[in-house]
T-cell receptor
């Protein structure tokens, strides 16, 4: 079945460490996105990529980095520069124009301990 | 700029209809969407409507679009406990950039 997979579901990080969240899709979608969701709040766009080897900053890119070396994969690294990284992270993908909406993964909950 | 607004909470009795409302600012939006998020899960696309349509019905779901007022609504008929979730309204403001703008979500709770 086609879909988008995020791993791990839960992740714990010590302060000062970098951590990488995985996002893989087999939908043959060109575009991929990373969102952050805080409790009781909506979605905030971190980074997005419309094509391999290219990506753009979203509204809250500071403290995060991404790569897009393969069409299927769009990993997100939460760096030690991110001051408040505890949140629920959602990855999504779409066709280039996104006319039919995004397909979301099931999310990764990151907790800093 | 682009903005999508919706109320934060809605409580309805089981078996009644739920109506979740949304307003958007970008008149050039071509597609508008409703997503559902259950606790601890990702967002699931419920339905979408093209901007040249006024209404779309899909089983218990009815979407109404008023382009003049930039108002979108989602009606859920015969609301069940499984409909408890957060519902997000969204617009495709710029298809060339494949960027969808999401509202903050409406939390729907069902009372017996």
């Amino acid at each position: 079945d086609g879909g988008i997979t995020q791993s791990p579901k839960y992740l714990f990080r010590k302060e000062g460490q970098n951590v990488t969240l995985s996002c893989e899709q087999n939908l043959n979608h060109d575009a991929m996105y990373w969102y952050r969701q805080d409790p009781g709040q909506g979605l905030r766009l971190i980074y997005y990529s419309q094509i391999v080897n290219d990506f753009q900053k979203g509204d809250i890119a500071e403290g995060y980095s991404v790569s897009r070396e393969k069409k299927e994969s769009f990993p997100l690294t939460v760096t030690s520069a991110q001051k408040n990284p505890t949140a629920f992270y959602l990855c999504a993908s779409s066709v280039r124009t996104a006319n039919y909406g995004y397909t979301f993964g099931s999310g990764t909950r990151l907790t800093v301990v | 700029g682009e903005d999508v607004e919706q109320s934060l909470f809605l409580s309805v009795r089981e078996g009644d209809s739920s109506v979740i409302n949304c307003t958007y600012t970008d008149s050039s939006s071509t597609y508008l969407y409703w997503y559902k998020q259950e606790p601890g899960a990702g967002l699931q696309l419920l339905t979408y409507i093209f901007s040249n349509m006024d209404m779309k019905q899909d089983q218990r779901l009815t979407v109404l679009l008023n382009k003049k007022d930039k108002h979108l609504s989602l009606r859920i008929a015969d609301t069940q406990t499984g409909d408890s979730a957060i519902y997000f309204c969204a617009e495709n403001a710029d298809s060339s950039a494949s960027k969808i703008i999401f509202g903050s979500g409406t939390r729907l709770s069902i009372r017996p």
